[in-house]
């Protein structure tokens, strides 16, 4: 799927002065996008600058985990994805010609979106690029490619490039999501430091109609493709991802061409399998970041700050946390209600998320690829024993699969004084549970919603939401059990606990009171409702103080 | 009786680190290291039952 995307002329480009706005984006990917959306429905304007003039080339990123579909679905694009993609849950690991085991990422009910998604990159661009188009406080600029960054104390100028020759510009905040080989990077010298990894994968996506289950399949030394990895994944348009571990060795051009994939891909499928070659990528990959995020009134996300291996997909769903992450921030710093020191927490949440997500994703590539005859022999140890002995099944890994960031060393989180055996601790995302809302069904999560929000439980967690909401904007929702009597306030916002889940999920009792981040990540959580510790709470989450 | 249930808190931290203790060893200094981690595990775990059906799991193809 190729979507021609027009560049057109904007008046910034005949401006006597450059025009300054408050916040720019580079890079209209997956973060780029949802970045922008996600300003502009904090109510910021952004200008969303890309050096090309189409989507994604090839599949990429396929694999959408439920925290970025739960994102998707607060930026008003995640059901027309979910509708689209291919949900999936299970994942099988076999070992030579047998199943090592299986494992279920969602095993239990109650959760209104899956595990996973897989979607081509393509196709959630376009679902962002349509939701995008639909806010007119976003400013596209396809083929502006950015030619120069000065970066100042009191703001950035940058010079672009156009098919009309070049114009400069100016903001107050400039975002880089422009991808692993990040132009704004390398104009400002900055570099990413990490691990790069001695061996080659091929990519092949292949249009079939096969038997295989909606489910993740990996292989570890198949007769099919002895001595290396494969994986198997289901995609949106009967469109099946066949990733190959090739070794250091393989020729790159060679191994791309139709007349070698294609016999590697039939060693799987057998030789009546009927398919059309889509896509292929001969790649490798480096687990690596940035040192720091943030460089003054320049912030880096996704790819352009951090790059991780394929497997556990942290790549994409990483950095659309990360984007979640800065939107909210910037928002309230550049309306004026938060210190500039909350953009310092974006990287010290996401650069530690980005640590989780290097050390994920380095363990699991030193499992697929022993770099020595001990490793290998652990690794086929455990794979033998996890066919019977459960212990084995911890310790084979094809992928620790992405989850959201638990960011418990966050200066914005107010640590526990309370009792707690369960729940969502502060820096922990918020659990989704069925709830019933004016008597239809509902999701806990989406009557959350991206505001700074008191979460109570019973009637007794009532009281604060008005109190607060005179000095801060933040909203007031209250979980009861079914056909509880509660307080009839038009600033309260009242869900039914439809079975129990959503006690169980924040180990509730009558009182307790979560604070949430626009984010949806917990801030702080009470045992009882004490006004001034939730405004001391809110105070911190919001960046006005600091412990 | 031998517990093969999960019992290591943090699996992949664990098996990092026995990976770690391999790095840059040669193949016969692996062998050795291993040989005595294993007698190491043994008598810790003391039991001769227990230590039985080990051995035999150990064999099982």
Known sequence: ?547 | MLNTEPNIADPDGFYAALIALHRDLPPERSALVNARLILLLANHVGDAEVLRQALEAAREE
């Open chain 1, 1 to 547: 799927m190729e979507m021609r995307l027009d560049y057109v002329r904007s008046p910034d480009q005949d401006a006597a002065a450059p025009v300054r706005h408050p916040v720019i984006v580079v890079g209209a990917g997956p973060v780029g996008l949802a970045l922008a959306i996600d300003l502009a429905q904090h109510g910021v304007p952004v200008v969303l600058l890309d050096e090309d003039d189409t989507l994604a080339t090839g599949s990429r990123a396929i694999c959408f985990a439920k925290r970025t579909l739960e994102i998707f679905d607060r930026l008003g694009c995640g059901g027309p994805m979910v509708e689209r993609g291919v949900q999936w849950h299970v994942g099988r690991v076999f070992f030579g010609e047998t199943l090592a085991y299986q494992f279920d990422l969602l095993p239990e009910a109650g959760h209104h979106r899956p595990a996973f998604i897989n979607l081509q990159q393509y196709h959630v661009e376009a679902f962002l690029l349509e939701r995008a188009r639909a806010l007119p406080s976003i400013d596209l600029r396809w083929r502006n490619r950015v030619a120069d960054v000065r970066p100042a104390a009191e703001g950035v100028s940058l010079t672009i490039e156009t098919p009309d020759g070049r114009y400069d510009l100016a903001c107050d905040h400039l975002i880089a999501a422009d991808g692993s080989r990040s132009t704004v990077r390398r104009l400002m010298g900055l570099e990413t430091h990490g691990e790069s990894f001695r061996d080659r994968f091929l990519i092949a996506d292949v249009r079939m109609t096969a038997p295989f289950p909606s489910e993740r399949w990996f292989w570890f030394d198949p007769p099919f493709h002895r001595g290396q990895s494969v994986l198997l994944h289901r995609q949106a348009d009967d469109v099946w991802r066949i990733d190959f571990q090739l070794g250091w060795d393989a020729d790159p051009v060679a191994e791309r061409a139709p007349e070698r994939v294609i016999p590697r891909v039939r060693a799987l499928l057998g030789p009546e399998a009927a398919f059309e070659l889509v896509w292929c990528s001969v790649y490798t990959f480096s687990c690596q970041r940035m040192e720091r995020f943030r460089h003054g009134r320049v912030y880096f996300a996704g790819d352009a700050a951090h790059g991780v291996s394929p497997f556990g997909a942290r790549g994409a769903n990483g950095g659309v946390q990360d984007a979640e992450n800065l939107a909210w921030k910037l928002a309230l710093v550049v309306q004026g209600r938060a210190p500039d020191a909350l953009l310092d927490s974006y990287g010290a949440e996401r650069e530690a998320a980005a640590d989780e997500n290097i050390l994920a994703s380095t363990r699991s590539t030193d499992f697929i690829t022993p770099k020595n005859a001990a490793s290998r022999a652990f690794r086929d140890a455990a794979l033998t024993l996890a066919r019977t002995h459960p212990f084995a099944r911890r310790l084979v890994n094809s992928g620790r699969l992405s989850v959201p960031a638990v960011l418990e060393r966050s200066p914005l989180n107010t640590p526990d004084a309370d009792d707690f055996a369960g729940g969502p601790a502060p820096g922990a995302v918020c659990a989704d549970a069925p709830v019933r809302v004016d008597g239809r069904p509902g999701w806990l999560l989406q009557a959350v919603g991206d505001n700074f929000v008191v979460l109570g439980f019973g009637a007794e967690a009532a009281a604060p939401g008005a109190a607060l909401a005179e000095a801060w904007p933040v909203r007031a929702v209250l979980v009861v059990p079914p056909g509880a009597a509660v307080p009839g306030r038009r600033d309260l916002r009242v869900l039914e606990d439809a079975d129990g889940r959503a006690w169980a999920r924040y180990d509730a009792k009558p009182g307790t009171l979560y604070l949430v981040r626009p984010d949806q990540h917990v801030a702080a959580r009470w045992r009882h409702v004490d006004p001034a510790a939730v405004g001391a709470a809110l105070a911190r989450a919001a960046g006005r103080t600091s412990c």
